[in-house]
């Protein structure tokens, strides 16, 4: 069973930079896909970042150009740099797991979610 922790979540200057870490413990399937997703109050939950098992990745149009997900450490971190953050930013931050190599976009697909880590952006 794979279980996922987030941490890195904080208070950032707009205009400041800010990388997520969500650990990766159990098995992680063999074809999966994994990422990030963002959920501000009264909102969706929106994918921000995912990348599958062959390394393609897909990013949210309001983040485009300015974050950069990375599966390292053996596949047990799960890592998100942000930057030029925006007050828009603000948002918990959950990683999140599916089976399979195709990333869907909607969060109702992923069905292994961790804690999530707030991000709060002021100006």
């Known amino acids: 069973q794979v279980q996922l922790a987030e941490s890195g979540g904080g208070s950032v200057q707009a205009g400041g930079s800010l990388t997520l870490s969500c650990s990766i413990s159990?098995?992680?399937?063999?074809?999966?896909?994994v990422g990030w997703f963002r959920q501000a109050p009264g909102k969706e939950r929106e994918r921000t970042a995912t990348i599958d098992t062959f390394g393609r990745y897909a990013y949210g149009d309001f983040v485009a150009g300015r974050a950069t997900i990375s599966l390292t450490n053996g596949k047990r971190t799960l890592l998100l740099n942000m930057n030029s953050l925006q007050n828009s930013d603000t948002a918990l931050y959950y990683c999140?797991?599916?089976?399979?190599?195709?990333?869907?976009?909607?969060?109702?697909?992923?069905?292994?979610w961790g804690q999530g880590t707030q991000v709060t952006v002021s100006s």
């Open positions: 999140a797991a599916r089976r399979g190599s195709v990333c869907p976009g909607a969060f109702s697909e992923y069905d292994t």
């Open positions: 159990g098995h992680l399937f063999t074809s999966y896909c």
